[in-house]
C-alpha cells in the first residue's frame, strides 16, 4: 500500500481533518436557528442590530483610551508625542482583535439570520417590516422595496446583472461549513455550481456588523456589478449599506461613498488602483478608501496566482521614448527572421533525406544534428512539429540535445553558429550568434552597430592612462558609458523585436484589434484590456504589426496585487479549483485551502485522455466526438487555449453543417448570451478557457436524461487549475456529464514537457499514424509534466515576490510619511524627526567647517558651539544641542509666520468671510515663492497656525512625489541592470537588496535634506487684506494623462528566475524641469487643473 495512503487511512486526509474541526460550528448554528426561525420579520431585523451592538461595544473602553490619547496630543510636546501616536496604534489593533474574538461568539446567531432570511425571501414574494429611514432610503433608488404607510414591504425578486431574478436560494449545510472557513480567513475550494456567491453571504454579513468594512473582490466589473445587486437585497434588508466601486467615477464622491458602505464589491484591479491613486492625492478630501479590514477574494487563484507577474501601475508620459528605433530596425528584423526561416527548411528536408535512408549510423546521428539544429532555429515551424511526431524522432533529437549539452554546453556552439540567432522556448530567450552578428553589419554597413564593448576592460584600460588629467579622464568615461548605454538600448531592441517574431503568435498570445495589439490571457482566454509587455516587448510586437507604437511612461506608482491583498487585517478566499496550488498558498500567503464537500456527489465520468501524434488527427476526432455527441441530444462544450484554435474548430463545424457558439476574446461581449443557451440539447459552444467566466451551465430534464454537459477539451493544458476549471463545468449539483481530453504530440504542453518519455511509450506500442492511445499511464505523464511547469512557474512567482517585497518595505514607509504629511496629524513629530535625522547626518559626516557650512545651508542658522566643544564634546550631546537650536529657530520662524498671517487673515475673515472659502497665501524661502491654499475659517480659529500647517504639508508631499517618483526609476534601472551578477556567481536578488537600501536611504537623505533647508526659510512676505486672493477650485478631471495599467512580466521575469541577461521595464529618464511654471499655467501632472491648484497648492 502507498505510504500516503496508509497515513491517510490511519490519520484521515487533509480536508476530512477540517471538516471534523469545522464540524461543531455547524451544530452551533443549527442549534441558534429554532430561536432565529421564531422571530416574526421585525424580530429578524432587530436581532442583527442586536449583534451589531454587541460586537461595536465590545472595545468601547479601548476606544475611550484612544480618544482621551488623541486629545492630549495638541498639548504634548512636538518631541514627546511619538510614544503617545505608538499608544494609539497598538490600542487600534487591541480594538479589532477584541472585534475578533466577539465575531466568533456571535458567528452562530448570524449564520442562522442570514439563513432564515434566505428562506423568507425563497418562501415568500413579499416581506413586510416597520420602515425605518434606511428602509425608505433605499424605496427612493431600489426597486425591490416599496414603502406603505409605516410599514417597508420588500419583494423577493429585482434586477441583477441586466436580468429580473427570482429569489430561490436557501444555505446547505456545506455551504455553512464554507461560510466558516472563509470566516476564518482561509480559502475555501467549492466545486463549479456549489454556490460559492451565496457562501459569501454568511461570512459577509457577519464581518459587515463591525463597521469596518468588507470588501467582496471580484475577477471582471460585470461579476461585481451582478454580485452587489443579486446578493445585496439580503444585506440591505438588515440595515446594512452596499455598494459596488465600479458604478462609480475614480476619485469621486460616490466612489468616496462605496467605499464608506458596510460591503463594497468591486474588481480587484479596481482596488489596488483607488489604493494608489490615494498614495498620489493631494488633499484628504482626494481619500476614497479607508482600512483594510476584511475582504474576500472570488477566484482567489486566478487573482493570487495568475496574475501574480502582473502589478498594478500608474504612469505618465515623458518627453521622449525610444518608439523610433523599433520602427527603424523591425524591417532588418523582419528580414533576419526570413533569412532563418530558410536556413530552417534547409535542415529539416536535410535531415529527413539523411534520417529516412538510413545509410550509416554517421548519416543518421549528422541527420538529427541538422534536425536540432532546425528546431533551435524556429521551434514554433509548423512542419518541424509535424515531423517530430513521427516514430522516434523527437526521441532521436532529444537524444542529440543531451550531447551537445553535456559539461555544461561546452559543445552547443558546433550546433548553433550556422544559424543567425538561437531560440529557447523554454526559457522564452533568443541570442544572436556570431553569424547574426555578420549578417547585420553588412546590412548596416557597420561591424560594431549590435556589438556591445567590453565596458569594464576599457574602464580598466583609461584607469591606467597615466597622460591624462583627471578631468580628462571624466570626461572620457561618461562618453565610454553613453556609448555602451545606447549600444545596450539598440541590442535589447533588436533581441525584443526577435522575440516579437519568434514567439509571440497573433490570435494565440495577442489579437489586434482597432489598430491595437491586445494580451490574450492565457488562463481565461479573455483580453487583458489596458495590459501591456514590459521590456518594450509590447512596442516590438507593435512594430512587428506595423499599428501605431504607444509611447514610453514613467512609473509613478505600482504595486502587486499580492502585496495589496496582504495588507488586509483579514482575507479569504473562494474558488473551485485551489487544492493544487495549497503549498504556495500557504509559502506565500498563509493562507489554509480547505476542500468543501460537493451538496451532492459528482457522477460526472471524467475518461482518460486519448492521445494523437498530430494535431490534424486530433481536431478531426474532436469533430466526430461532437457530432456523435449532438446526435445523442447532450449539448457540448468544447475547450480550447487559444482563439485561432477555437476558430479552426468553428470553420471545421460550419464545413459539417453543424450549429455552434464561439466564446472567446474576440466575441467576450457575448458572453452571458451564450452561456445561458450553453446547456440546451445538441448545443455545441467552443470557449477559449473557462475560467472565471462567473455562470453556470444550467441543465434541461431531458438533457439530464440523454447522459448531461459533455466537455471536449482539445488540448492540455499548463496548469492542472485550468483543466481542473473546464472539467467542472459538467457534473454540478449530481448533474450527469462527462469530460475527456485529446491531446497530441504536436501540443504546446506535450512539445516541451511531456514528449520524450510519452514519445518513447508510443514507439514502443508501435503506435502508427491515424491512431489513438487511450491509458491511465499517459494521463499520469501528462500530469507529471504539468506538475514540473507548476513547480518552475512557483518559483518564477516567488522570485519576483522575493524582488517586489523589497520595494514593499520601501513602498510602505514612504506611503505612511505621506499619509503623515497628507492628514497632518503627525506632521510634527515627522519634521522633528527629519531635523534630528539631518543634525546627526551633519555631524557625522563633516569637520567643523563642514559642519558650519551645512548648518547654515539646511538650517539658515548659525552653528551652535564653538569648535573646541566641537571636538571635545560627547558625540549624543552634540546632537542634542545642534537639534534642541534647530528646533528652537524652526518653531521662532512658524511662530513669525503665523503672527504676519494672523491681522491680515482676521481683517479678511471678518470683513469678507462671507466672500471666501478657501485662500492664497505667498511663502517664500528666498529662493522661489509658493502659492499655499488655506481654509480662511480654519486659518482663522487656529491664529493662522493651520497656514503654517499647509505649507509643511505642500512642501513635504511634492518632496516626496518626486523622490519617490525618481527611486521607482531608479529601481527599475537596478533590476534590470543586477541580472548580469549571476555571471560573477553571485545573487542577482542579494546585490538587487543591498543596492536598493543604498538607494532608499539617499531617497531619505534627499527628502530631509530639501524639506529642512525649505522649511526652515520660510516666510510670508508683508501683504495687505485686498491684496488676498480667493483660490478657486477648477472643475477639470484629476490627472486625466495619467495611465492605470497592468505590466505583465512574463517575458523578462522568466529570464530574470533564470538568472538569464533580462532587463526590467524600459529605462525611463528623469524628467528635468528648466523653470516652474506659472500659477495660472496648466500644471505639468496633465490633470488640466491650474498649476496654482494641483501640484502648485505648494510650488510657483
Known sequence: MDINKLLSKIFGNKSTRDMKEIQPWVEKIKKAEPAIQALDNDGLRAKTQELKNIIQSSANDIKEKITELKGKIEDTPIEDREPI?????????????????????????????VRETARRFSQNEEITVTATDFDRELAATHDFVRIDGDKAIYQNHWIAGGNEITWNMVHYDVQLFGGVVLHQGKIAEMATGEGKTLVATLPVFLNALTGNGVHVVTVNDYLAKRDSEWMGTIYMFHGLSVDCIDKHQPNSAARRKAYQADITFGTNNEFGFDYLRDNMAISPEDLVQRAHNYAIVDEVDSVLIDDARTPLIISGPVPKGDDQMFEQFQPLVENLVNVQRQLATKYLAEAKQLISENKDKESVTQGFLQLFRSHK????????????????????????????????NKLMPEATDPLYFVVDEKQKSVDLTDKGNEWLAKQVSDSDLF??????????????????????????????????????????????????????NRDDDYVVIDGQVKIVDEQTGRIME???????????????????????????ATITLQNYFRMYHKLAGMTGTASTEAGEFWDIYKLDVVEIPTNRPVIRDDMNDRVYKTQREKYKAVIEEVEKMINAGRPVLVGTTSVEISEMLSKMLDMRKIKHNVLNAKLHQKEADIVAHAGESSIVTIATNMAGRGTDIKLSPEVRE???????????????????????????????????????????????????????????????????????????????????????????????????????????????????????????????????????????????????????????????????????????????????EAMSNFNRRTERMSQVANPVIKKVYEEQGDMYKRIQIPITDGKRQYIITSDLEEAYNSDCKSVVKDFEKSILLHDIDDAWKENLRELDELKQSVQNASYEQKDPLVIFKLESVKLFDSMIDDINNNTVSILMRGQIPLQA?????????????????YTESRTDLVDSNQQAAANQDTREPQKQQPIHVDKLPGRNDPCPCGSGKKFKNCHGRGLV
Not at 514554433?380 to 550531447?403: F, V
Not at 509587455?533 to 514610453?552: P, R
Not at 487684506?1025 to 494623462?1041: D, L
Request: hydrophobic letters at 35%.
Open 706 to 884: 440523454a447522459g448531461g454537459l459533455a466537455i471536449i477539451g482539445t488540448e492540455r493544458h499548463e496548469s492542472r487549475r485550468v483543466d481542473r476549471q473546464l472539467r467542472g463545468r459538467a457534473g454540478r449539483q449530481g448533474d450527469p456529464g462527462s469530460s475527456v481530453f485529446f491531446v497530441s504530440l504536436e501540443d504546446k504542453l506535450m512539445r516541451l514537457f511531456a514528449s520524450e518519455k510519452i514519445a518513447r511509450v508510443m514507439d514502443r506500442l508501435g503506435f502508427k499514424e491515424g491512431e489513438m492511445i487511450e491509458s491511465p499511464m499517459i494521463n499520469h505523464s501528462i500530469e507529471r509534466a504539468q506538475k514540473k511547469v507548476e513547480e518552475n512557474n512557483f518559483g518564477i512567482r516567488k522570485h519576483l515576490l522575493e524582488y517586489d517585497d523589497v520595494m514593499n518595505k520601501q513602498r510602505t514607509v514612504i506611503y505612511e510619511k505621506r499619509r503623515h504629511a497628507l492628514m497632518g496629524e503627525r506632521i510634527g513629530m515627522d519634521i522633528s524627526n527629519m531635523i534630528w535625522d539631518r543634525c546627526i547626518n551633519i555631524i557625522n559626516n563633516n569637520d567643523y567647517e563642514g559642519c558650519k557650512e551645512s548648518f547654515f545651508k539646511i538650517f539658515a542658522m548659525e552653528i551652535p558651539f564653538t569648535e573646541e566643544k566641537f571636538e571635545g564634546m560627547k558625540r549624543e550631546d552634540l546632537y542634542e544641542r545642534a537639534f534642541q
Open 530 to 556: 489596458g495590459r501591456r509587455w514590459s521590456d518594450g516587448l509590447h512596442q516590438a510586437v507593435e512594430a512587428k504589426e506595423h499599428v501605431k507604437i504607444e509611447a514610453a511612461t514613467q512609473t509613478f
Open 1025 to 1041: 487684506p485686498e491684496e488676498v486672493q480667493e483660490a478657486h477650485e477648477e472643475p477639470a478631471p484629476r490627472r486625466p494623462q
Open 451 to 504: 556589438v556591445l564593448p567590453d565596458i569594464t576592460s576599457q574602464l580598466s584600460a583609461l584607469e591606467a592612462e597615466n597622460d591624462l588629467s583627471e578631468e580628462d579622464k571624466l570626461n572620457k568615461k561618461d562618453e565610454l558609458l553613453t556609448n555602451y548605454a545606447i549600444k545596450s538600448e539598440r541590442v535589447h531592441t533588436l533581441q525584443q523585436l526577435l522575440k516579437a517574431y519568434t514567439m509571440f
Open 377 to 408: 532555429a524556429l521551434p514554433k515551424n509548423k512542419p518541424l512539429i509535424k515531423y517530430l511526431s513521427e516514430t522516434g524522432i523527437k526521441a532521436g533529437m532529444l537524444k542529440t540535445e543531451a550531447y551537445y549539452m553535456e559539461n555544461n
Open 85 to 113: 501616536f505608538s499608544q494609539i496604534d497598538k490600542l487600534e489593533k487591541e480594538v479589532l482583535e477584541r472585534y475578533d474574538k466577539k465575531l466568533d461568539e456571535v458567528l452562530p446567531d448570524a449564520f442562522a439570520i
